[in-house]
């Protein structure tokens, strides 16, 4: 007589397994206010914000603190919550922030709950006040895209630290923040967070270019920033990064002239020059609210 060996189901069944159980009305699956699609989560807007509260500090200090220029702030600040009254659904509620790191790494990301990034790094290679709301647009689309909710759910599902719905349903708060605090940030900034894929940096680009428009900047600003960014990784004409890297935001946000292209394709289809004609750059109040602000060496 035989003998068969048991084999563990592999992660990707018991994440098919899960999900099916999940979205067949148990617990989890949702409509998307601001994509409108149906998607996996387990974690509350409350869980959102707990979990968001307790990664930050700590994305903080990784990337050199905040930045000791008050004024520099509030303007960013400004600039990122003009466009929260235009997201969708309930997201406008969130405890939203847009902190600004000293850090010369050029890199921009979200946590979940309405906290966006930008360093130092990054503000230094925009050029006026559109690309600024492109890029806290961009990160805005993130958060109520709930990408890196997703990311946090499926890897606990796949690290099976969550198998059935059952278990998802019974998962605490503490257990959440616990599990997903680690799963954000990582060593050095570089947690699952800052690994979206194709399709969210293309989602997160598209929705960015919406809340601009509606809060009243060029969307074309969208493509400047992927255009400054890919020559300062030595993609183009224009320098390379720091030490000839490229810049972080770019090893995490992948495919440059892909997100362009799309980019170009979206404003001929929906954002015409008629259209965007009304809409602001505002380059001397970036000028003079961000770089004029900053050391004669970084500018």
């Known amino acids: 007589m035989r003998t068969r060996t048991f084999r563990p189901w592999p992660s990707f069944i018991l994440f098919t397994l899960t999900l099916t159980l999940v979205c067949s009305g148990l617990v989890g699956c949702t409509t998307n206010a601001a994509t409108g699609k149906s998607q996996f989560n387990m974690m509350s807007r409350e869980d959102e914000i707990k979990l968001g509260e307790e990664a930050k500090p700590q994305l903080i200090d990784q990337y050199g603190g905040r930045i000791d220029d008050a004024y520099m702030q509030a ?41 966006v990034f930008i360093t130092r ?11 600024l709301a492109g890029v806290l647009g961009h990160e805005i689309g993130h958060v109520t895209a709930e990408h890196a909710d997703k990311q946090v759910s499926n890897q606990m599902i796949f690290s099976g630290i969550l198998i059935g719905a059952s278990v998802a349903a019974g998962f605490s708060d503490d257990d959440l923040v616990q599990v997903g605090v680690p799963l954000l940030v990582g060593v050095g900034g570089q947690g699952f967070l800052l690994k979206f894929g194709r399709g969210d940096e293309l989602q997160a680009d598209s929705l960015g270019m919406r809340y601009m428009s509606r809060a009243g900047y060029d969307p074309a600003a969208q493509r400047d920033v992927m255009v400054v960014l890919k020559e300062a990784s030595g993609g183009g004409s224009g320098s390379a990064g720091s030490g000839g890297r490229p810049p972080e935001f770019l090893s995490t946000h992948p495919y440059p002239e892909t997100r362009i292209d799309r980019i170009n394709k979206a404003l001929e289809k929906d954002y015409p020059p008629s259209v965007r004609a009304s809409l602001a750059r505002d380059r001397p109040a970036y000028q003079q609210n961000v770089i004029g602000r900053l050391p004669d060496e970084e500018q």
């Open 75 to 115: 303007y960013v600040t400004e600039v990122g919550m003009r466009m929260v009254p235009f997201i969708e659904g309930d997201y406008g509620e969130l405890p939203w922030e847009f902190i600004v790191l000293d850090s010369d790494v050029i890199n921009a990301f979200a946590l979940p709950g309405g906290k």
């Open 121 to 131: 790094g990054l503000l230094v290679e925009l050029e006026d006040e559109a690309m």
